[in-house]
């Protein structure tokens, strides 16, 4: 999305973090999620944080928000194989529709 | 049990034809969405319904007609399709609420395919 931006691509190798950014531009978003989608799959929910926090963990993942700077991130701790997909950022409107990144791939190397 | 099923999965067919996806959640949810996926992965809300009433109808043609019979169930009725049509189409619902997250939940997607 336009509005919405994220990286294209991101390669780690297996065991290291990944950290996926993303920058949003409505100010008045109130909520902010992570999904993830996996190849011929729908999209999963992974996460979402509070407009009025700065971070949230979640087992692997951590989420951190900077609202000042509109930048949103996450961060999966002990990357597996299994965490190859792509990873959307989406920010919530007053109309609870969901505006979304334009996505990153995430690639894990064995 | 599947919490929000669309089908077909897949659909291929002719230009100029009319076509029809539905969608079902069985979660209770109040609020339910269309959205496409063209082939960059980007994805776009097209339609959403609460309570069977439409609240969002973004630039979309209007060969495009949704129709929600009840709260569970929003379609997608698409006349003379198009080549550029052709893309996933994701149906998805929330629950309302005030000062709660409204997240969403998607169905596997329905991949077009206008030849």
């Known amino acids: 999305g336009e509005d919405v931006e994220q990286s294209l691509f991101l390669s780690v190798r297996e065991g290291d973090s990944s950290v996926i950014n993303c920058t949003y531009t409505?100010?008045?978003?109130?909520?902010l999620y992570w999904y993830k989608q996996e190849p011929g799959a729908g999209l999963q929910l992974l996460t979402y944080?509070?407009?009025?926090?700065d971070m949230k963990q979640d087992q692997r993942l951590t989420v951190l928000l900077n609202k000042k700077d509109k930048h949103l991130s996450l961060r999966i701790a002990d990357t597996q194989t299994g965490d190859s997909a792509i990873y959307f950022c989406?920010?919530?409107?007053?109309?609870?529709?969901?505006?979304f990144g334009s996505g990153t791939r995430l690639q894990v190397q064995p | 049990d599947t919490a929000v099923s669309q089908t077909p999965k897949y659909l291929v067919t002719q230009m100029g034809n009319d076509k029809s996806i539905k969608c079902e959640q069985n979660?209770?949810?109040?609020?339910m969405y269309w959205y496409k996926q063209d082939s960059k992965k980007f994805l776009k809300i097209m339609f959403s319904?609460?309570?069977?009433?439409?609240?969002i109808n973004e630039t979309v043609p209007n060969r495009f007609s949704p129709k929600s019979p009840d709260k569970a169930h929003l379609n997608l009725h698409i006349n003379s399709l198009e080549l550029g049509d052709s893309a996933v189409y994701f149906c998805?619902?929330?629950?309302?609420?005030?000062?709660?997250?409204?997240?969403?939940?998607f169905g596997p997607g329905t991949r077009l395919t206008v030849l």
């Open positions: 998805a619902s929330s629950q309302g609420g005030t000062g709660v997250s409204h997240e969403q939940f």
């Open positions: 409505d100010s008045s978003s109130t909520y």
């Open positions: 944080i509070f407009s009025n926090m």
């Open positions: 989406a920010e919530e409107t007053g109309r609870r529709a969901l505006t």
């Open positions: 979660l209770g949810h109040d609020t």
């Open positions: 319904y609460n309570n069977k009433e439409l609240i």
